[in-house]
């Protein structure tokens, strides 16, 4: 009697070995994963002076970010980048983008009392040059004091292609920053 209930473990233990290898799986190492984001890190630069935005979100969830306002300066073109960290593991997000930059894509949405008077523009390409939005050029119009919003989405492309014009179905960062032009 043991050696059939030894026979019938084996093959049932195979059975699961085999089965647990899916040729369906995605060939690349970070399908599928989404990065654990904590801190994003915005500076503007015009000239001499450097603006600092940080959003701070201690785990990662997503919806408890601690953000600072920007205070821009009316008349003004700022050179801008963000850069993303996972404080948890001690990552650096922005270079995984970097790496992987055919696969991520920022938006920036101006909205508000400053929808009409800030424009960003991308200034970063991918190998198939579609904008990736590590960096990009803000540009404030002249005009009195205003205010309004700054949002950012990172999108992630694993399932559908990258267009350069569309968000994708997977969101790593979505967060909103103040803005008050002066």
């Excluded at 960003?120 to 119009?141: A, E, M, Q, Y």
Aim: hydrophobic share 35%.
């Amino acid at each position: 009697m043991k050696f059939p209930i030894r026979t019938l473990l084996v093959l049932l233990l195979l059975s699961f070995t085999l089965n647990a290898c899916d040729s369906a799986e995605p060939d690349h190492d970070h399908a599928g994963e989404e990065e654990l984001i904590t801190r994003v890190v915005v500076t503007l630069t015009s000239g001499t002076d450097t603006i600092t935005a940080t959003a701070n979100d201690p785990d990662g969830d997503g919806t408890g970010f601690e953000i600072d306002p920007i205070v821009l300066s009316s008349g003004t073109t700022y050179s801008g980048s963000i850069a993303l960290w996972d404080d948890v593991n001690l990552e650096n997000i922005t270079e995984e983008i970097e790496e992987e930059d055919d696969e991520h894509q920022f938006f920036y949405t101006v909205g508000g009392g400053v929808s009409d008077r800030v424009d960003v523009s991308i200034t970063d390409r991918d190998s198939n040059n579609l904008p990736v939005g590590l960096t990009f050029d803000l540009v404030v119009s002249d005009g009195g004091p205003a205010s309004g919003t700054l949002n950012v989405v990172l999108s992630h492309f694993d399932d559908q292609p990258k267009n350069g014009s569309d968000r994708s179905d997977e969101t790593d960062v979505n967060v909103t920053f103040t803005i008050s032009l002066q």
